[in-house]
T-cell receptor
Framework: AQKVTQAQTEISVVEKEDVTLDCVYETRDTTYYLFWYKQPPSGELVFLIRRNSFDEQNEISGRYSWNFQKSTSSFNFTITASQVVDSAVYFCALSVVSKADSWGKFQFGAGTQVVVTP | DGGITQSPKYLFRKEGQNVTLSCEQNLNHDAMYWYRQDPGQGLRLIYYSQIVNDFQKGDIAEGYSVSREKKESFPLTVTSAQKNPTAFYLC??????????FGEGSRLTVL
């Protein structure tokens, strides 16, 4: 069985501070994907990034960066110089690549609410 | 533009009524999903469909029903058997285990 843990329920920062969201996952499968999604107050989940289990390179996209470490089963997300528009709930998710199924077995964490104040 | 369209965005229901939430996608994805989200909580899988005319129960299927008569469409019916239907409902699609694409969601309130 798969499990995704986001231990931080809410993080509050002042604008321009950096914020790091933790994500720890569990799976016995060797081939899997990890994801981060953003859910602004409007409700729609916005896809941010996908990493596969064989690619541990860290990635940077603008003010966003991701740190994937298989040794600690973690896929952490950092927002640098936070802005008010970053206020949202962020979800970490895991899917296992199944040879038999044509659908994805996605497991979501409980989410972390990020509040950025001016 | 390719994407997923959910309707209605807001829906009010009286107790004892069935309601149907629409989900249409033009991404040509085989797999489609329905999730439920309660305030301050994560996503729970209601039903999923891998292919037309086939669907499977997720973790919280009781009180819900679906159909998949067309690849593009995956409507969800919230029946009167669902004891606590007030929630935010999200439809999604995917290509296998790759990322889910979500619609804007439908917010159901029982009066």
């Amino acid at each position: 069985a798969q499990k995704v843990t986001q231990a931080q329920t809410e993080i509050s920062v002042v604008e321009k501070e950096d914020v790091t969201l933790d994500c720890v996952y569990e799976t016995r499968d060797t081939t899997y994907y990890l994801f981060w999604y953003k859910q602004p107050p409007s409700g729609e989940l916005v896809f941010l990034i996908r990493r596969n289990s064989f690619d541990e390179q860290n990635e940077i996209s603008g003010r966003y960066s991701w740190n994937f470490q298989k040794s600690t089963s973690s896929f952490n997300f950092t927002i640098t110089a936070s802005q008010v528009v970053d206020s949202a709930v962020y979800f970490c998710a895991l899917s296992v690549v199944s040879k038999a199924d044509s659908w994805g077995k996605f497991q979501f964490g409980a989410g972390t609410q990020v509040v950025v104040t001016p | 533009d390719g994407g997923i369209t959910q309707s209605p965005k807001y829906l009010f229901r009286k107790e004892g009524q069935n309601v149907t939430l629409s989900c249409e996608q033009n991404l040509n994805h085989d797999a489609m999903y329905w999730y439920r989200q309660d305030p301050g909580q994560g996503l729970r899988l209601i039903y999923y469909s891998q292919i037309v005319n086939d669907f499977q129960k997720g973790d919280i299927a009781e009180g819900y029903s679906v159909s998949r008569e067309k690849k593009e469409s995956f409507p969800l019916t919230v029946t009167s058997a669902q004891k606590n239907p007030t929630a935010f409902y999200l439809c999604a699609s995917s290509v296998g285990s790759r990322e889910l694409f979500f619609g804007e969601g439908s917010r159901l309130t029982v009066l």
